[in-house]
């Protein structure tokens, strides 16, 4: 199914972000991104639901 300017959405698509981040070192960064997004979709019985997640390394040095 091919979306059309966004006609295939029927009501409110929702998005939630957290972000979890580890700041304690001044030569390290860790974090941890997971993201939830939620698509009511004409022609489907159920809203469509998916959930991502990365993960970030930074190392200074």
């Excluded at 998005?15 to 939620?38: A, P, W």
Aim: aromatic share 12%; hydrophobic share 40%.
């Amino acid at each position: 199914m091919v979306s059309n300017g966004g006609d295939d959405i029927t009501g409110r698509a929702q998005s939630f972000l957290l972000n979890v981040s580890y700041t304690g070192r001044q030569e390290l960064g860790l974090g941890l991104d997971i993201k939830h997004q939620r698509l009511p979709m004409r022609g489907f019985d159920d809203t469509i639901a998916f959930t991502s997640a990365i993960i970030t390394m930074q190392y200074y040095f």
